[in-house]
């Protein structure tokens, strides 16, 4: 088949400006991944940086007042003061965690998700070494699942203000992690198995 000159040019300008089409539509259509973002004065907020500052209100809404209740219903010294520390530790990160969702303009969470109610009631049933174990292993649990994502966060945040507070909810998930493993009650077969 043979082609004119004037039907090559014509080809030719076709092609270029399907090329040009493609170019100008990818981008498009790979900023509506981006959905769920917000920009803000400390720069891009999305949806995972929103999901840290309610697990971290979540956190603060169930570790506090089972941290209240070691110092009354543990038998064991070590959960009454990991317990201490708890309610210390959370106390500080809600103050925090509740000025920065106000600032960037993200709803909280005022009660306990259904689980950390569930939780929360197996540890009001509980006193002395039950309690004890029951302590050790929801909470030790909890922070192993959180830990993963509160460094996700931190690892991929676009926001200032979000890498900030997750690095300090880093260290937080990490210093109760170590005392909770510290108190000799932690069943670590009832731990998740670390994904590869």
């Known amino acids: 088949m043979r082609f004119r000159f004037g039907e ?3 080809l030719g300008v076709f092609l270029f400006a399907a090329a040009v089409t493609v170019i100008v539509v990818v981008p498009r259509s790979a ?3 981006q959905t769920g973002w917000t920009q803000t004065p400390y720069g ?3 949806p995972a940086d929103r999901d840290l500052l309610v697990r971290v209100r979540w956190a603060g809404l169930w570790e506090i007042p089972a941290g209240r209740w070691a110092q009354d219903r543990a038998g064991s010294e070590k959960v009454k003061d990991v317990g201490r520390h708890l309610v210390e530790d959370h106390t500080k990160l809600d103050a925090q965690v509740r000025e920065l969702a106000a600032k960037l303009g993200v709803p909280l969470p005022d009660q306990p998700n259904p689980d950390q109610r569930g939780w929360l009631d197996e540890m009001a049933a509980a006193r002395g070494p039950e309690f004890d174990r029951v302590f050790a292993d929801r909470l030790r649990n909890a922070h192993g699942k959180v830990f993963t994502f509160v460094s996700a966060v931190r690892a991929g945040t676009r926001n200032s203000l979000v890498r900030d507070f997750a690095g300090q909810a880093v260290d937080v998930v990490m210093k109760h992690m ?3 493993e510290g108190t000799g009650l932690v069943d670590y077969s009832a731990l998740p198995t670390p994904t590869v």
């Open 31 to 33: 900023s509506s991944a």
């Open 44 to 46: 891009p907020l999305g």
């Open 8 to 10: 090559l040019l014509v």
């Open 178 to 180: 170590t005392l909770l």
